[in-house]
């Protein structure tokens, strides 16, 4: 198994003030867009400020400390570090698990007879393993929490396959990702979890921060991350230009633009309707009240009157 290579120690800073997040589609998150990313060397369409994405393709986080996996996951991991496009004591954002969590734990866990727990437990160790490997070459690393699995319980899509139902697969997340906010604690490194905002009190996952395909987070979920991100690297630059607020409000401001052309619409057709039903003035006309007796020969006035009016 190749090793990373240990230059010699420098000082941990971020010069660019960008966070440099390497892992699966779910990377995607800190592009800025609800858009899949394309697998690196090609360059991701980022529009966030402050963020660069790696899409280093179907990668497991069990398979990140070994080379020869179809995925190739940790040998896109080292060509992207070693590529130039990310500097010499960079802050990295690791973003993998969710795969494992989704298809794979539960499945292990029953054709191995053990646990979901310990196998859990042990993919998440293997994981960190490269997390040391990049602090001992120099890098500020951050890890992503997985991220809770698609709120469907069957998903019938095969680019997609999924082993148990959403809270299974959520139950085996959490303890993924307890196991890793431990091992980043114990060796310095910073643990990013929106998990428990994107689940409710049964433990299912909140289907409204999800994008249509129900497996990957949606920009809606992204001011939950940048909050945690913000909360331990204070330096980042993450203000939003005026194209991003605009992509990301664009969905909205289509809504209004719908519902203002339905309520023009609504309207004209709802005025044509009262004109051909109740004349030019749009005057409802009321039910014609019941005739009043006839007065008799000596009745008052005030009678008369009032059954002209009626009439």
């Known amino acids: 198994m190749p090793s990373i290579q240990?230059?010699?120690p420098r000082p941990q800073t971020l010069a660019t003030r960008r966070l440099y997040c390497?892992?699966?589609?779910h990377a995607g998150l800190f592009s800025g867009r609800d858009v899949p990313q394309p697998q690196w060397p090609t360059p991701a369409r980022d529009w966030l400020p402050g963020f660069r994405t790696f899409r280093i393709g179907i990668a497991l986080a069990h398979n990140l400390c070994e080379t020869g996996h179809?995925?190739?996951?940790?040998?896109n991991l080292l060509a992207a570090?070693?590529?130039g496009a990310i500097p010499e004591g960079a802050a990295l954002l690791l973003c993998l698990g969710e795969i494992d969590c989704r298809a794979h734990l539960l499945r292990q866990a029953r054709l191995q007879n053990r646990p979901a727990e310990e196998v859990a437990c042990t993919a998440a160790e293997r994981y960190f393993s490269v997390v040391r490997e990049l602090q001992a070459r120099g890098y500020r690393v951050l890890v992503w929490n997985a991220i809770p699995s698609s709120p469907l319980d069957r998903i019938d899509d095969k680019e997609f396959p999924a082993e148990g139902d959403c809270q299974q697969r959520n139950i085996v997340t959490r303890v993924f990702n307890s196991r890793l906010a431990e091992l980043c604690q114990a060796h310095g490194a910073a643990f990013i979890s929106i998990f428990d905002q994107l689940v409710d009190a049964t433990g299912r996952s909140r289907r409204r921060y999800y994008r249509p395909d129900l497996i990957h987070l949606s920009q809606r979920a992204l001011p939950l991350a940048l909050a945690e991100v913000k909360r331990h690297l204070p330096d980042l630059d993450i203000t939003r230009p005026l194209t991003y607020r605009l992509y990301a409000s664009a969905p909205a401001l289509w809504a209004r633009h719908v519902w203002w052309h339905f309520s023009r619409r609504a309207g004209r057709?709802?005025?044509r309707t009262r004109y051909r039903l109740f004349g030019p003035w749009g005057a409802h006309r009321s039910?014609?009240?019941p005739p009043l007796p006839n007065p008799q020969p000596g009745a008052p006035t005030a009678a008369?009157?009032?059954q002209t009016l009626h009439l």
């Open 6 to 8: 240990t230059p010699n």
């Open 269 to 271: 057709l709802y005025r």
């Open 304 to 306: 008369r009157h009032a």
């Open 287 to 289: 039910l014609p009240a």
């Open 81 to 83: 570090l070693d590529s």
């Open 70 to 75: 179809t995925s190739r996951g940790r040998e």
């Open 22 to 25: 390497l892992g699966d589609s």
